[in-house]
Nanobody
């Protein structure tokens, strides 16, 4: 059974960078579109970024374009989220998720993603 495990979170000062990784065990991710979502304290889930199975199509939340970059290495069965110029409002729990429909499109809709990691804390201090 495939599992997703996030790593790379932690505490960083505003303006700093972090790279999150989402590794899969048990099955290849190469056929699945992948997404990153986050949840800030007291708020609902928020779409961050998504990437197609091949990596050729990406999408970002409008407010994050230019600061965050999603990528994947299917040979390593891993998806990444590079986060630069971090702000205190980027604080939250970040989760990766897989869309196992096998479609070529990618989506911002969290209900479409049917496999989720446990999430990892990112804290940005001012």
């Amino acid at each position: 059974q495939v599992q997703l495990v996030e790593s790379g979170g932690g505490l960083v000062q505003a303006g700093g960078s972090l790279r999150l990784s989402c590794a899969a065990s048990g099955r290849t991710l190469s056929n699945y579109a992948m997404g990153w979502f986050r949840q800030a304290p007291g708020k609902g889930p928020e779409f961050v970024a998504a990437i197609s199975s091949s990596g050729g199509i990406t999408d970002y939340a409008d407010s994050l374009k230019g600061r965050f970059t999603i990528s994947r290495d299917n040979a390593k069965n891993t998806v990444y989220l590079q986060m630069n110029s971090l702000k205190p409002e980027d604080t939250g729990i970040y989760c990766c998720a897989a869309d196992r429909r096998g479609w070529l499109e990618i989506t911002r809709d969290p209900s479409v993603y049917d496999l989720w990691g446990q999430g990892i804390q990112v804290t940005v201090s001012s």
